[in-house]
Structures are given as structure tokens and as C-alpha cells.
């Protein structure tokens, strides 16, 4: 399962799906759905690796902490 959450540790949108990488697509879409971009103020939680995929498209969405 993959979230976004708030600085005040509030989930914002968890997604889940088979992949990592679904699941991360999933959030950030959600996002961007909702004009929430950059996500500057938002953590990304996600289950397993963190892979070099992962970690580039959290830079890109403005994330400012990946765990």
C-alpha cells in the first residue's frame, strides 16, 4: 500500500494495487486530479524497495519526504 501524508501525519490518499509502481501512479494521480501539485508539504509512505522508478517520479511530483 502506498499514501501521501500530511505533515501533521494525517493519510491524504492511500492506493493500493498488485505493483509499487501502480500504486504510487495511482496517488499521484489522485493528486493531480485534484490540483495538488507540488506536493511539497506531503510525505509519501510506501510498502517494499524504494526503487531508482519510485524515488524519480516523488522528485518529480515534489515530494518533499519518501519513507
Known sequence: MQRVCSLQAETCCPREDVGRHNAVDKV????????????????????????????QKAIMAGVSVMA
Open 28 to 55: 499521484l494521480g489522485a493528486a493531480m486530479q485534484k490540483h495538488d501539485f507540488p506536493l511539497r508539504t506531503e510525505i509519501l509512505l510506501v510498502s517494499g524497495r524504494a526503487g531508482f522508478e519510485l524515488v
